[in-house]
């Protein structure tokens, strides 16, 4: 692959200037962060055409992250299956064993760039916040993380990994203790250090310009693949799969697709314990809270009740578990370029174990939504049909949830 074009961006009409996709996007945010965002556009766009800032990033995402990731046929879950041919996008096998890190990498070359040698962070379940300490180490940068304290007892391993990593890690007490407050956090302490503080967001959410950078960061997953399945299969695919939370892994594998009518783009949002229920995270399927709102900077779909107040969400994998979707997913889905669809926790701890069980692959409970469509959509398709479907990461994280889940002993 040309080193050189590894990142682009501008190459779509959207956002706009004022950052938005259709009526969605935007950015809602205190005065006082204004002129850091506007700093931030006129850098980003800077560094996009600096040859020497592409070529740094296609180097450590060469060297360092071990890209570029396989696209790995499915050739017994195919089988398995009947119908179309299945391939894999392997992002579980980047380093720290996920996509988040193709974005954190780009955001703190830029940081680096901009002079600001102090990031903040926010994550949920921790995969950001390793991330984000991860290139913070590699980098040399000063990396300060906010995580609920509810989630901080959930998921131990990754505080560790953070503090050993050299982040310090900052418990919020506030509200529900989970991801939503850890943001409020996290936005707090850039308004009050916004000259010498870079805020690395984790998805292709918040205000403009960060879900159109994230998007531009992990599109490196769509460019990648359109070239190695046609080396695989032959040919491109007709449908692709990923899983959808802030919408950051489907967007950088959508956009590789988006001019192609004949390819059907499929995001998939996490359905908990079913659309009824209420507990779930499917900003897009549930008609009745699922509506148009503002969260957290950007205009987008969120889950909230008749007085619009944000509602809580439930999936049994954390990394989808949040109340707002990125905005460019909302202008895709009213513009029919993509479509979005649901998987049940059930659905996906089913889809984790056939994964196990037939590949030899262990995927991220949210990487186990797009295989649980797969498993759907496969079947009525024709033996040389093609599905991609985006693996955004490994499931090692998951072990303890799915051994509760399934209830397994040794
Ligand atoms: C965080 C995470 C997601 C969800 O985030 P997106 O921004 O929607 O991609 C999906 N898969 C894995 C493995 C994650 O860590």
Redesign the pocket.
């Given at each position: 692959m040309d080193e050189n074009v590894y990142i682009k961006t501008g190459v779509t009409n959207v956002p706009d200037e004022g950052g938005y996709f259709g009526e969605y996007g935007g950015r809602f945010v205190p005065e006082t962060l204004v002129p850091a965002l506007d700093e931030l556009i006129v850098a980003y766009k800077e560094a996009m055409a600096d040859p020497e800032f592409q070529h740094e990033l296609a180097h450590l995402q060469t060297t360092y992250t071990g890209r570029p990731t396989p696209v790995t046929y499915a050739k017994r879950l195919s089988e398995h299956l009947g119908g179309a041919q299945i391939y894999l996008k392997r992002e579980d096998l980047a380093h720290t064993g996920?996509?988040?890190i193709n974005n954190a990498i780009g955001q703190a070359l830029l940081a680096k760039r901009m002079g600001k040698h102090r990031i903040v962070a926010e994550t949920g379940?921790g995969?950001?916040g390793v991330a984000s300490a991860t290139v913070s180490a590699l980098l040399g940068l000063d990396c300060h993380v906010y995580m609920g304290s509810v989630d901080m007892a959930r998921q131990k391993p990754n505080v560790f990994r953070m503090k050993l990593l050299g982040a310090e890690v900052i418990p919020v007490e506030s509200g529900s203790k989970t991801l939503k407050d850890a943001i409020n956090e996290a936005i707090r302490d850039w308004v009050t250090n916004v000259r010498t503080t870079f805020y690395l967001l984790?998805?292709?959410l918040g205000p403009h310009p960060y879900p159109m950078m994230v998007r531009d960061f992990q599109s490196v997953i769509g460019t990648e693949a359109r070239e190695q399945i046609v080396k695989e299969a032959g040919r491109l695919p007709d449908v692709c799969i990923a899983?959808?939370?802030?919408?950051?892994?489907?967007i950088g594998l959508f956009h590789a697709f988006r001019d192609d009518k004949n390819i059907e783009l499929i995001g998939v949002e996490a359905g908990g314990h079913g659309i009824a229920s209420g507990e779930h995270a499917a900003r897009f399927a549930d008609p009745n809270m699922g509506r148009p709102g503002v969260l957290q900077g950007t205009r987008s779909f969120v889950l909230q009740n008749a007085d619009g107040q944000i509602m809580n969400t439930h999936s049994v994998s954390a990394?989808?578990d949040y109340a707002s979707v990125g905005p460019e997913h909302a202008y895709f889905r009213e513009n029919e370029i993509a479509h979005y669809t649901v998987a049940t926790d059930d659905e996906a701890l089913a889809a984790f174990q056939t994964l196990c069980k037939l590949e030899g692959i262990i995927p991220?409970l949210?990487?186990s939504h797009g295989v649980a469509e797969v498993i759907k959509r496969a079947p009525t398709l024709p033996k040389d049909a093609v599905i991609l479907v985006n693996l955004?990461?490994r499931g090692d994280k998951d072990l303890d949830t799915v051994i509760k889940e399934l209830g397994m002993n040794v």
């Open positions: 996920a996509h988040k379940a995969q950001h984790g998805s292709a899983c959808v939370g802030g919408g950051s892994n489907a990394g989808l991220a949210e990487s955004s990461g």
